[in-house]
């Protein structure tokens, strides 16, 4: 089998093309959630914590001089991705368990009304339980 015969089997293939649209559709819901995350979420954590801008959070290990960067710990970063994190996480979780508890209502099948001989032996079955 030729490379490039292989090379368009793996291609079109359904699994491939089912990850390469999860990728992508990954990565446009991923830049959704960063919005909620940074223009929804945190705006009202910044008011009630005050206007805090965890970025600018550092300990300086070693002073600027003429040039010279300062050597910075910079832990708000940290503290700051940590906190993206946790929220992009839990944003994740309401929106899947958003989707399962809508997924299980349109799932759940109706009971099968039974046929008409199934409702007969059902009332055979009744009468012979009565004898």
């Known amino acids: 089998m030729s490379l490039l015969k292989e090379f368009k089997e793996f291609a079109v293939k359904g699994n491939a093309m089912d990850m390469a649209v999860g990728i992508i559709i990954g990565a446009a819901f991923g830049k959704i959630v960063s919005s909620i995350v940074n223009d929804v979420i945190m705006p009202p954590i910044g008011l009630l914590i005050g206007g805090v801008d965890f970025n600018k959070l550092a300990i300086t290990l070693k002073a600027g001089s003429a040039g010279v960067?300062?050597?910075?710990?910079?832990?708000?970063?940290?503290?700051?991705?940590?906190?993206?994190?946790?929220?992009?996480?839990?944003?994740?979780?309401?929106?899947?368990?958003?989707?399962?508890?809508?997924?299980?209502?349109?799932?759940?099948?109706?009971?099968?009304?039974?046929?008409?001989?199934?409702?007969?032996?059902?009332?055979?079955?009744?009468?012979?339980?009565?004898?």
Do not use: C, H, W
């Open 69 to 131: 960067e300062p050597v910075l710990l910079s832990y708000g970063k940290f503290i700051q991705t940590t906190v993206d994190f946790l929220l992009i996480a839990f944003a994740i979780f309401i929106m899947v368990k958003a989707l399962n508890s809508l997924k299980l209502t349109a799932a759940t099948p109706a009971a099968p009304t039974p046929t008409k001989e199934e409702l007969l032996l059902t009332e055979i079955r009744d009468l012979l339980k009565q004898k």
